[in-house]
């Protein structure tokens, strides 16, 4: 559930002569794979979320993030220049450090061209300056950020098979069909490599969740925000739910999946999901007040998630124009020990804007 690169506002920046048509969201359209990995740039936004734990060499815990986003302006596509700011690419990174606080975080953006920034078509390959992910024959991921705040060289190993969302990848997020995305995950990746602050970044081992998901009218105009958590859980399930609020206050929309260790899809409806917060942070910095801590019920099973600590607000006004909160959490089922996932929660500082 990632559509916080929906909230710039692209139309003051230029005078647009055509506005491009956006492909639509549509069900029926099986994904395929490797050419789904890579990038659509006919839709109008798209990100490759990748969430996780690792543990450093003293067996103290981080929670990471690291996002790069894709979206097609709606610049004049007829514009022949190589200047042209067709498509954007812009990039979120953060580590969640326990003996720091608070977030250490980072954000890019650029348009795409000039051998500076891109988002490839067939696989995935995303550059944003020195920052890059890609995906190898193999189908490891290789995740590199640096920045005065962090630095990450990750390499993220697959130990399950993709887990499609949705009905075949279309994946709803209210009533009406065009309110939709296209998403796929990517649970269990083993992870190794090197993060930590500049010049004391260590070597970590851990497990992240990857999320890819692109969409052109994901969410309906009564949205206020969404809160989604997605979980790798200790006897190798994967669990993700979402919720879509109200401006009003409310569900307006919510779905589940989770599958078991074995390889068994169950999915969720709206009224089987509920999200109910337990504890609740009020961010010293912008007054938005969080449901860091929250009970998520799929069926008769209850989901206690606890932050990993509860400062993990990032601010990313500077480039997709969003405040929210993305934090590492665990994740306890019906009050027994589970797993670990990451937690996000918008809409909370100002009703979202598409």
Do not use: C
């Amino acid at each position: 559930m990632r559509y916080i690169v929906l909230l710039f506002v692209l139309a003051s920046q230029w005078a647009f002569a055509a506005p491009p048509v956006f492909a639509p969201v549509t069900p029926g359209q099986l994904l395929n794979f490797p050419r789904d990995y890579g990038a659509h740039p006919d839709f109008r936004t798209e990100w490759w979320y990748v969430t996780g734990w690792l543990q450093q060499a003293d067996g103290k815990p981080l929670g990471f993030q690291v996002t790069f986003f894709r979206s097609r302006t709606e610049h004049d596509t007829a514009n022949p220049s190589a200047f042209a700011p067709h498509q954007l690419v812009i990039g979120h990174a953060a580590l969640s450090d326990p003996a720091v606080g608070r977030l250490l975080h980072d954000q890019r953006s650029a348009r795409a061209g000039f051998g500076l920034a891109w988002a490839k078509t067939g696989d995935t390959d995303i550059k944003l300056d020195d920052w890059r992910m890609t995906r190898a024959p193999d189908g490891s991921y290789r995740v590199s950020v640096k920045s005065g705040e962090m630095s990450m060289d990750l390499s993220l190993t697959p130990t399950q098979p993709v887990l499609v969302q949705g009905e075949g990848g279309y994946s709803r997020k209210g009533p009406a069909a065009q309110h939709a995305s296209y998403y796929y995950s990517h649970p269990q990746l083993r992870v190794s490599g090197t993060a930590g602050r500049p010049g004391a970044a260590g070597a970590v081992t851990g497990s992240a969740w990857l999320d890819h998901e692109w969409s052109s009218e994901a969410l309906q105009p009564e949205a206020s925000g969404w809160d989604w958590v997605a979980a790798n859980l200790d006897d190798g399930s994967a669990l993700m739910a979402f919720q879509v609020r109200a401006k009003g206050g409310g569900k307006l929309w919510a779905h589940a999946t989770l599958r078991d260790r074995a390889g068994k899809v169950t999915r969720y409806a709206p009224d089987q999901v509920r999200f109910t917060p337990q504890q609740r942070w009020k961010s010293p910095r912008t007054n938005a007040e969080y449901p860091v801590a929250t009970t998520v019920a799929t069926g008769a099973t209850r989901w206690q998630v606890t932050p990993l600590q509860p400062d993990q607000e990032l601010d990313s006004r500077r480039s997709t124009g969003a405040v929210y909160w993305e934090g590492a959490v665990t994740i306890a089922r019906d009050g027994v020990p589970a797993g670990r996932g990451y937690l996000e929660l918008t809409g909370y500082l100002r009703d979202m804007k598409l």
